[in-house]
């Protein structure tokens, strides 16, 4: 079946610096590739997704790239800030027998220092 | 903007006890979805229905649990016999129609302790 595989946790980095998130995934689909956010007692929300193959999607300085031949959709950011400590969840769309669920990763933990 | 509402938002039973947590999608929605969530892991999906019909979850649900969308302004899920392995955050999400490029608007989640 479909899968998510992304970079294991915790994630540590200081102010300033980059960051990757390793994500790779297995479908024999056409998925949608999400990436998530979750804060402390909240539901993960969308970062930003992208629907199509070599397409890039953005938003609040993340980026990812739906890289089909090489199955990966890694996030990045230039310059993390302490506001972006939060779980990163990488997600794809998988057509079941009706209806789209999403398959998770198993989160990525990001802790920014000051 | 996007509200789900999911409440109780926190539940504690004994082992052997029924539970019941609910869901308010966004209005116009049409597809909800359930996940459960352990120790801030993955998220695995529960169920999902479109126009209040269950139209795929897995082989657990169907088994241990009940859900129902009762109308297209509230939905619950219910565990009839709770067990410890039931301790997780259930998300509940919504999506205008539920499909593959969609986004889907998640609650803030039921924490539910078994113990």
């Known amino acids: 079946g479909d899968s998510v595989t992304q970079t294991e946790g915790p994630v540590t980095l200081s102010e300033g610096t980059s960051l990757t998130v390793n994500c790779s995934y297995e479908?024999?689909?056409?998925?949608?590739l999400f990436w998530y956010v979750q804060y402390p007692g909240e539901g993960p929300q969308l970062l930003f997704k992208?629907?199509?193959?070599?397409e890039k999607g953005s938003n609040r300085g993340f980026e990812a790239t739906y890289n089909k031949e090489a199955t990966s959709f890694h996030l990045q950011k230039a310059s993390v800030q302490e506001s972006d400590s939060a779980v990163y969840y990488c997600?794809?769309?998988?057509?079941?027998?009706?209806?789209?669920?999403?398959?998770f990763g198993i989160g990525t933990l990001l802790s920014v220092k000051p | 903007d996007a509200a789900v509402t999911q409440k109780p938002r926190y539940l504690i039973k004994m082992k052997g006890q029924e539970a019941e947590m609910k869901c308010i999608p966004e209005?116009?929605?049409?597809?909800v979805f359930w996940y459960q969530q352990k120790q801030s892991k993955e998220l695995k999906f529960l169920i999902y229905f479109q126009n209040q019909q269950p139209l795929d979850q897995i082989d657990m649900v169907k088994e241990r649990f009940s859900a129902v969308c009762p109308s297209s302004s509230l939905c619950s899920l219910g565990i009839r016999t709770c067990e410890a392995e039931d301790s997780a955050l259930y998300l509940c999400?919504?999506?205008?129609?539920?499909?593959?490029?969609?986004?889907?608007?998640f609650g803030p989640g039921t924490r539910l302790l078994v113990l």
């Open positions: 992208v629907p199509k193959a070599n």
């Open positions: 209005k116009g929605h049409t597809a």
């Open positions: 999400s919504s999506s205008p129609l539920g499909g593959r490029q969609d986004t889907q608007y």
């Open positions: 479908t024999k689909q056409y998925p949608t």
């Open positions: 997600a794809l769309s998988d057509r079941g027998s009706s209806g789209n669920k999403l398959i």
